[in-house]
């Protein structure tokens, strides 16, 4: 009987032991491990910025490449698979299991093994993020919304740079003025409103609202910003 009950309590430590470790695994942030393991090497920018001194493949190939190659019998399976082939590689790569190619591996060469740095709670967290982050469709979405941004004027672009939009609004008032209020009042002094953004302020608008300081703003981007609100429609 005392022996029944000890095993039965090392099991319950077991399997509390297991959904511990399992839980663990699904509250890790992957995207900052992400970050604080990877980045180093991978470009993790989507679309990747194109560097001839790159010394691993962006993450959105090697997203790309493990997705594409990896095989299985149900469609359903193949993120699982996917997450499980990273956990093991990183563990310990080897060109046997591989995907790249021979012109990748001359490039780059094969990966070190980072089972002393990173565990496989961690690779899964990681692998999960890199799989659900970086998918052709994101990839899309992404480059619908640099479309959109490319095409807006380079004052707006500046305003979006330093967050003017937060508070402000074209038409309407937010925390601050609109950019017509302030296009009505500035329109014949464009040198008062580059100091009244430079230097910020307090109550001029009638509120309580603080504009701060935008010194660190440089001469040019401050005179393309003036100019855009400005010629504003």
């Not at 591996?105 to 890199?130: C, F, H, Q, W």
Request: hydrophobic share 40%; charged share 30%.
């Amino acid at each position: 009987m005392i022996v029944k009950k000890f095993l039965l309590l090392l099991f319950l430590l077991f399997f509390l032991s297991a959904c511990d470790k399992q839980q663990s695994a699904k509250e890790l942030d992957g995207k900052a491990l992400l970050e604080q393991k990877c980045a180093s090497c991978h470009d993790l920018n989507m679309p990747p910025l194109l560097d001839e001194k790159e010394v691993a493949p962006p993450m959105m190939a090697v997203a790309f490449h493990v997705y594409d190659f990896i095989q299985v019998n149900d469609e359903s399976q193949k993120n699982s698979k996917a997450i499980d082939f990273v956990v093991d590689y990183v563990k310990e790569p080897s060109i046997e299991k591989a995907f790249c190619d021979k012109e990748s591996l001359k490039k780059y060469g094969l990966m070190p093994s980072l089972k002393t740095s990173v565990n496989d709670d961690e690779s899964r967290a990681i692998a999960n993020y890199i799989f659900s982050h970086f998918t052709p469709k994101k990839l899309s979405e992404i480059m619908e919304l640099k479309i959109k941004y490319d095409a807006l004027p380079d004052g707006e672009k500046i305003s979006l740079k330093y967050n003017c939009m937060v508070c402000h609004n074209k038409e309407k008032d937010l925390v601050g003025p609109s950019f017509k209020k302030i296009q009505e009042k500035f329109a014949t002094n464009k040198k008062a409103m580059k100091q009244s953004i430079q230097d910020g302020s307090r109550g001029k608008w009638g509120g309580k609202a603080t504009m701060p300081s935008f010194n660190q703003i440089e001469a040019k981007e401050l005179e393309t910003l003036v100019k855009w609100i400005i010629t504003l429609p």
